[in-house]
């Protein structure tokens, strides 16, 4: 908000030297004025309004979303999926119309006999980004850039037999470029050593 909000509102608050710990009080004062029909001494833009509802949503994510417990559980779930997903592989899709996850999912119209997908997408940010790194094992960046994402590839090799013949293969991307020098392999493993680890 320092680069888009904050600049022009100590402008228009004629608050020259203000802090960005003030610069969210105004904003906070900005939302209470709103709500209770008072007037202000300028005038603000509908953009400059959506940002100040943004300073003010920053107390909710501090009070129920910033802590680490609750964001490293929504991981072990994540990596639960990940889990079920080499089970339901390497057993050659025979779990999947009991798995939880799977039925969750792919099973909604109450079709047990559904194949695994070929894609699946879960987005996030990088508070996911970062604690699913450290989950595998990773070297990994607090801050993950924007884009950042990792990526769980499942394969059945023809060639091979046993546990080896499905393998899971975890790279890291840490930007929105699409460049394979970019892509960061952390782990490959086959489908039940994957599942042992997790």
């Known amino acids: 908000m320092e680069a888009t909000l904050f600049p022009e509102l100590r402008d228009l608050a004629k608050m020259p030297d203000a802090d960005t710990s003030t610069m969210h ?40 979303l910033a802590s680490q417990e609750i964001t490293y559980l ?12 080499a089970t339901i592989i390497s057993k050659n899709g025979n779990l999947a119309k009991d798995a939880p996850t799977f039925s969750k999912y792919f099973n909604r119209d109450g079709e047990t006999d559904k194949p695994m997908p070929k894609f699946v997408v879960f987005l996030g940010h990088a508070e996911n980004v970062f604690p699913l790194l450290q989950a595998l094992d990773s070297p990994s960046p607090m801050n993950p ?10 394969y059945e090799i023809a060639d091979l037999e046993g546990d080896d013949k499905y393998q899971v293969v975890v790279s890291y991307v840490p930007n929105n470029r699409v460049d394979p020098t970019d892509v960061q392999v952390i782990m490959t493993k086959n489908a039940a050593d994957f599942v042992g680890d997790i």
């Open 145 to 154: 850039p924007p884009g950042s994402m990792i990526l769980v590839n499942y």
């Open 74 to 85: 929504a991981e072990i779930e994540q990596l639960q999926v990940f889990s079920e997903f």
């Open 25 to 64: 009080q105004v904003c906070d004062y900005i939302n209470w004025a709103k709500k209770n029909s008072l007037e202000l001494f300028f005038k603000l833009t509908d953009e400059q309004r959506s940002q100040c509802n943004v300073s003010d949503d920053r107390k909710l994510y501090a009070k129920y």
